[in-house]
C-alpha cells in the first residue's frame, strides 16, 4: 500500500509493479487530489535514465511528454567569490595515466602558470558553454565516452506519466484523503488507512510517499527526525515557472543569492526558478522580491512559500512502514539529489521486499543502506556552503565559518594538503564531482601526486593540448542542443 | 638528525618480498622524479616461506613493472592459480572450490545463487557454474576459451611462485629501475624525542641512515616496534597457535589446497617447482609459534608493509593481499613533509578498512566450519556478521569499501560452506521449479562444455616454454 501519489509515490508504484510484475505481489497507491504534490524537483541526476530504461520506458516519447531537456550539469555562480562560475558536470576530466588521476597533471601544469581552467578538459563542461548536444558513445576509446547526462523535467508530468505506466500494470489507485492510520494493539503496527468519506484501506506493507508531512512514518509511527539543519540552514523555497526567453542550455543554474541560491531550470516550454533561503537571515517577502526580480522572462505563477528542514528520518523503514520520498528526509535541493535518493530506496526496497515474513534482518539492511546514502551526500552540498571566501552578507559570513562534520573537515584537508579525493565503494558523487567543487570553490591542492612528474614537461604539454583539441573538435561537430530536442523529442510526439 | 647521517628520501627497510616488491613500485613510479628510493635489505630474512600464492589484482601491479609473464612463471617456477580446495572444513569428507570466477551466467533476472537455492539441491556443486573452479579442480587453464567465437571471456587467475625466487625476480626488477642499494646490517633504530618519530638507523658498521618516509618491510616491524603507537596487537584468527612450512604439495596445478582436521589445517601449494606445505595447529607439536595481528601502520615518518604490518593466516593469498593493498595505497599518498600527518591518517584509515576486508574473509572461513575450533559467529567483525545475516536471511551479498572479494566470490564462499539463503529473491521464486531445474542444468552443461575446451595447465604453461629452467634471465 503507497500512500501518496507524487514522484516519490508513482515512481515506486511504476518500479515494483515491473520488478515484480509476474510475482502475484499486489500494488495500490492512495493519493489526495485535495492535497496535491509539492509540484517542484526538475533537476535529476544520470540515474534517472537507468530507472527508465528498466522499465523499458522509451527515451524519446517519455522527453516530449515531460518536457524534458538534456542536461549535462549543473553552474554554480557566484558561489566561492562574486564572481566565480563554474560547471560541476557529468563526466570525467582528461584521461588518468599510470594510476594518477588527470587532475594531478593539470595541477602541475597549472602551478607552474602554463594551464589555466581544469574545465576545457571536460567534455560535458564545454558542451555546455557551447550548449550543445550529443548523445554519449559506448566505446570507451571514443571522447564521446568520458560523460553522461540526466534530464530537466516538468515533475507533475512525469508524475502522470509514471501513473499511466503503472496503473497498465495493474496498480491500483484510490483517491481519498487519509484522515487517520490504525495501529495493531499488539505490536503497535500499520492495520489500516481510514479516509475522509470513511473508507479504509489496507495492506501487508506500507510506503509512505505522503511528502514531508510523513503521515505514517511520523504522525503514526512518531519515528522522530534527524536534524541536520545546523549544517544546511535554507529552510524555505519560493518556486516560479516563467517563460523561456532565451537560448535552451543543457544544464542547471545554482546562482548564490544574499542569503542562498536561485535554481534555473531550463525545460523545452518554460524554465523553472526558485530561491532557496534561510528564515534567519531574510524574510519571505525580500526572498519573493529577491526571486522575481532575478527572472529572465515573465513569470508564469506567484509561488508559494515552501517550508523544509534538512535531516532525514532517524529510521526508514520502522515496522510495517517504509518511507520513500520528502517523507523520508530531504537535503535541499542544491544537486538535485532527492528523485536520485527516491531511487535508491527503491531499489532497495526491492531487494529487500519481505515475501512470507518481515524480518529485522530486511529492516537493519535497508535503514543501513539508506544512512549511508544519505551522510555521503549530506557532506557534499556542505561543501558548497563552507568552501566559500563570501563575507558579504550575515547568511554567507555564517556558513564560511559554521563548524562542519569531522568527515568533511578530513576531506577538505586531505584534498588541500595532497590533491587526494576520498573515495567509497558506494558514494553516490564520485571523484570528478568533488574535484569540480574543490577547484570550482577555490579548494586548491597545495602540491600533486608526485607521480605526475613522471612524464617529461614536453610530453605532458603536449598530451594536455591533444586532449583539449580533441575535446573542443568533439563539441564543434555537435548540434545545438535546442536542435537535437527539436529533432529527439518535439512536444508533438507527447 | 645527526652529522654524517646519510640521509634518503624514501627508504626501504627488509629483504622480504613485500620490500623488493615495494621498491620495484615506488621506484618505477618515482624514477623520472625527484624523489630518489632506496632500500637497506636488512634484516636478512630467515623465514621466506616455500611458496606465495597472488590474488587476481596482481596481475595488474605486474603489468604496472612491465613483467612478462612467461619470463616470471619461468625464473619463479610458477602456475597460474584458479583457487583453492576447502577439504574437511564441514567434519566429513566434503570439499569445494572457491576459485577467482564468477558463474557463466543466471537463469533470470538477479543472481544465479537464487535460483540455485529454488531448486532445492537440484542443481548440483555451485561450483559446477564457474569455469574457473572447473578447470582447478580438473589442473585445466588457458587465457581464454580456445577457438571461442567472438571476444572470448578472459579467466581470472592468480599465480602460485616458488618464493625465493620470485623475492629474486623482484629484487632484479628493483635495481633495474633504480632502487638505490644501501649495504649494510641494521644495528640499531633510533627514535626522536617524544618517540613518534625515527631518527636514524644505525648500521652494524658503525654509519647511520636516515630518510624522510620509512617503510618497515622488515615482515617483523623491526622499526615500527621501536616507535611509539606502532604497537602490535595480536589478534588471532581462529585457535590455530604453531605452524610449520615445507616443501611438497599434492593436488592439480593451479589448485591450493586447504585440508581441516580437529587439530590442524594443512595447505598446498602446487607449482612446478618444489611447491609448498604449511601446516597449522592448534597445539605446540614442537613447531613454531604463529602470530596473527596487526598494527597501526603508519606511524610518524614510518610505514609498516606486509608481515610488519598485518598477519593473517597462511592460507588463500592473505599474505600478498596485505602486501598488495599496503603497496597500492602507498603509491598513491607518498607526501612532501607538509602533508606526512594527512597522508599517514587516511593511509591508516585505508588500511584499516582494507585489513578488516581481509581478516573477515578469513573469519567468514572459520566461522562456517563444523570442526572443534570454528570461531564463534558473534566474534566476526559487525560488517561480517551482516554479512552472513544477510546472506542467510535472503541471499542478499553485502559488500563494503576496500572489498578484496566480488560479490560473485562472497557467495561461493558462503554457499560452498553451506550457509543458505533461508528466502530468495521473489523473482526467481516466482520461477517454477521444475523450470529453474532445467535451466540450470543447461547452464552447468554449457559451463563444462567450455571447460572441456582448456588444455591442461601443464602443457599450456610446456606449450609457452615457461617449464625450461631459465636461471639468469633478467627482467624483460
Ligand atoms: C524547493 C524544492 C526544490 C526541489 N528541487 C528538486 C530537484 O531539482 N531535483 C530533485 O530531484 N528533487 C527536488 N526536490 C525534491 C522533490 O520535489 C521531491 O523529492 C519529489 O517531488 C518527491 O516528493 P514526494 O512525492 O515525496 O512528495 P509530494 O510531492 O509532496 O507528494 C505527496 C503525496 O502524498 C499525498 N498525500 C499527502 N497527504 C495525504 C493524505 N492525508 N491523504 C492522501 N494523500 C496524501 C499527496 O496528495 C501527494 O500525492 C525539491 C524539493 C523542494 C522542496
Redesign the pocket.
Known sequence: MI???????WMTAAGLSHVFRNSGISIEL????Q??????????LPHLRFFNERLGIDEAEFMARTSATFKLGIEFRDWARIGDAYVHPFGDYGRDLRKVAFHHYWLRAHQAGREGRIDSFSLPVMMCEAARFGMPSADPRSVMSSFSYAYQLD?SRYAAFLREYAEARGVIRTE????DCALTAEGGLVDFLRLEDGRTVTGDLYID?????G?VIEQALKTGFEDWTEFLPCDR?I?VPSRMTVENVPYTRATAREAGWQ?R?PLQHRVGN?Y?YCSRFTSDERAREVLMSNLEGEALADGKV?R?GAGKRKAQWVKNCVAI???SG?LE?LE?????L?QAGITALAELLPTRDMREADIGEFNRVMDLEYERVRDFLILHYHATERDDTPFWDYVRTMPIPDSLAYKMELFRKTGTVVQYKDGLFLHPSWIAVYLGQRVVPERYDPRADGVSEVDLARMLSEMKSMISGAVDALPTHEDFLRQYCPPEMA | MTQGTASHDILIVGDTIEAWLAAACLARMLRKTSRQVSILPSPQSAGTPGVVALPPAMAELHADLSFDERNLLRFCRGSFRLGTDFKGWQGDDSSFVLSHGEPVSSPGEGALHHYWVHAGGKGGDYSAYIVEALLAAEGRFAHSEPGAAGEPAPIHYGYHLQAEEYRQYLKRAALHYGAALVAGDVDRVETAVGGGMLDRITLRDGQAVAAALHVDATGEGHLAGQLGGGGWTERGVGPFTHFATGSGATGPLGLETVIASETSLVVDVPTTGEGGRTVMTTGPGGIAPLRTGQRTPWTGNSVSIGASACRLLPFGCASMSVALAGIGKLAGLVPDDGAMAIASQEYNRGMGMALARLRDEQEMHLALAAQPWALPAERMSPENQRRLEQFRSRGRVVTFDDEALTAAEWAALMIGHGALPERIDPLAQALPQADAVSRLAALREFAAGKAARYPMQKDYLAAAGVLAPALGEGVA
Open positions: 500512500v501518496g501519489g507524487g514522484t516519490a509515490g492512495v493519493e489526495s487530489d492535497i496535491g504534490t509539492i509540484g517542484v524537483g526538475e533537476a535529476t515533475a481519498g484523503k487519509v484522515v510517499c505522503s511528502g514531508f508531512r503521515l523555497a518556486a535554481w531550470i526558485g532557496v515552501i523544509f520520498g520528502l517523507s530531504f535541493p538535485s539529489t532527492s528523485i536520485y527516491i
